[in-house]
């Protein structure tokens, strides 16, 4: 059954914690309940998105830089 | 005037702002703007509006392609780069004046050398204006960083040459914490900026942060006296006056000349703001930095001298001379700013972006208002949290303090967090009423006082 990892908050995305720094995840990774996958920034402020299930990270839905709405999928797990 | 169509480089509350200035100088205007901020205040009151990206800063307001596009499709003579994004940004003004367009802002020679840390200090000490003792420059040697640190005396600050923000500093309070922070804070600034150049400088304890603005146009230059923003919360002005709280006669004077003569001594054109710290201890004023652009709390400067700092930058850097003489410009009264920010008190001002459901403006004399609101209006998560500033003028201090008060509890913003409830304990605070704080004050008092930030104050 296909799981999808939602943002929490209104923002812009991030998969890596810096423009110089590798992603935190790719398809293809074992996620574990915690692990952060990704970086919400509201107003400037930066927030952990922290994974709420486990599984195998299948697809991202939600681009690096992208605007995002609280509540939208960010990425599948399988 | 020798432009006729002004392009705003800016979003917000400081579009706003341009926008009026523009108008009142007979000026069209064109608002560039983010796929976010299509329902923008500026946007609705701007001549015309050009989408310039997604909205992410870095692919919109950032993006000088597009922004330099804007304006040829426009046909803009001019750009305001407002504070923020693009506006201290030396090859955006060398773009906009090679395509032949009239660059609100020094030039970029000027934005270069006061941008650069180092530099800036070296000009600074040429026009005579005294800087924060320390390395004047690289410190590469070892040997030489240590008598360098026990000529200016601990603490030391060790900055890194090419950092900027806060980050890459570390303080060493004895020699032997200094030979162990020094080649942690080489490599962190190698990895970080790319460049592990170091310099040092004395820490001042306990100052007020006081700024003194300019305008000049290229040849004369002229100061509007000072403004003292030590109410800071993460290196973030919240809380703005002009004149400083406290400032004998005397210093206020030296500080003023002193910023004449470094606007004077680099040819500087448009308003700027030069940065300084004051020890009220010991009575020295240390210059910080140069901020090339308007600032955010420009306002209480145009409350307490009746000048329109934004109208007069537009006049001088499209070519007009200086209109005013030194002598002309005159302090009257006391001017505070608040900074009216989407963020929740009670909860670490954690941000919270919205709609803005109810909106109530305060009015009556000697209060303004500069803000993007209007009810409806949903505030975007992708840019910084300010909303609005809050500004009262009156006669002294004391009666400006008792008007912010009053004004606040005026002000309502539904459906957002606000920091109103803050500005309200603070408009309350004896320490603040006394004008005895520092740049290290309002962290502490956050900290002591955080129980009371969690609810909204209605009458007392």
């Not at chain 2, 993006?63 to 923020?84: C, E, F, Q, R, S």
């Not at chain 2, 004046?97 to 020679?109: F, H, K």
């Not at chain 2, 001594?265 to 004023?285: I, K, M, P, Q, S």
Request: net charge negative; with cysteine; charged share 25%.
């Amino acid at each position: 059954m296909t799981k999808q990892l939602l943002s929490p908050l209104p923002g812009t995305f991030y998969r890596r914690p810096s423009p110089d720094q590798p992603n935190f995840k790719e398809v293809g990774d074992t996620v574990a309940v915690g692990d952060v996958i990704g970086l919400i920034e509201v107003m400037k402020s930066f927030n952990e998105v922290q994974a709420d299930q486990a599984g195998t990270l299948t697809a991202f839905i939600a681009d690096d830089e992208e605007p995002v709405m609280a509540g939208q999928p960010l990425a599948e797990l399988a | 005037m020798a432009i006729t169509k002004l392009l705003v480089a800016n979003r917000g509350e400081i579009a706003v702002r341009i926008i009026r200035a523009a108008r009142e100088l007979g000026l069209k205007t064109v608002q560039v703007h983010s796929a976010a901020d299509t329902e923008s205040l500026a946007v609705r009151m701007a001549d015309e509006a050009v989408n310039i990206g997604p909205p992410i800063a870095s692919k919109s307001y950032l993006n000088i392609a597009n922004i330099l596009k804007a304006a040829a499709d426009t046909g803009a003579d001019a750009v305001h780069p407002g504070y923020g994004f693009l506006a201290e940004n030396a090859d955006f003004a060398d773009a906009v004046e090679a395509a032949g367009l009239v660059w609100i802002g020094p030039n970029g020679g000027a934005i270069r050398v006061m941008g650069d840390k180092v530099a800036a200090r070296v000009a600074a000490e040429a026009a005579g204006v005294p800087v924060v003792p320390g390395s004047d420059g690289r410190i590469d040697d070892p040997d030489r960083a240590r008598a360098v640190a026990l000529a200016i005396g601990f603490p030391v600050m060790i900055k890194a040459a090419a950092g900027g923000g806060g980050r890459g500093i570390r303080i060493a309070n004895d020699m032997d914490e200094f030979d162990r922070l020094i080649p942690q804070a080489s490599a962190e600034a190698k990895s970080a900026f790319g460049d592990g150049g170091l310099y040092l400088e004395k820490v001042i304890e306990r100052a007020r942060h006081i700024e003194v603005q300019i305008l000049g146009d290229g040849t004369r230059a002229i100061h509007l006296f000072e403004r003292e923003c030590s109410l800071q919360r993460r290196r973030q002005k919240v809380w703005e006056e002009a004149p400083s709280a406290q400032l004998p006669q005397p210093m206020r004077e030296k500080l003023c000349a002193s910023a004449v003569a470094l606007a004077k001594a680099v040819g500087y054109r448009g308003a700027g703001t030069l940065e300084y710290l004051y020890d009220d201890a010991t009575g020295h004023f240390y210059f910080i930095e140069m901020n090339t652009r308007i600032q955010v709390e420009h306002p209480v400067t145009e409350m307490v001298t009746g000048v329109d700092l934004v109208r007069e930058m537009i006049r001088v850097c499209a070519g007009e001379p200086l209109r005013y003489r030194q002598e002309d410009i005159r302090l009257s009264g006391h001017s505070i700013e608040v900074r009216i920010c989407a963020e929740d008190p009670a909860r670490n001002f954690q941000p919270g972006p919205g709609t803005v459901t109810e909106l109530t403006v305060p009015g009556g004399g000697g209060v303004r208002f500069d803000t993007m609101l209007y009810p409806g209006y949903q505030v975007p998560p992708f840019y910084d949290s300010l909303l609005g500033k809050l500004i009262v003028w009156d006669e002294n201090r004391s009666a400006a303090i008792t008007r912010m008060a009053r004004a606040l509890e005026e002000l309502h913003v539904g459906g957002l967090p606000t920091t109103r409830s803050l500005h309200q304990l603070l408009a309350r605070d004896p320490e603040v009423q006394a004008g005895a704080f520092h740049t290290r004050w309002l962290e502490p008092w956050l900290e002591r006082n955080a129980h009371k930030l969690g609810t909204e104050e209605t009458k007392a």
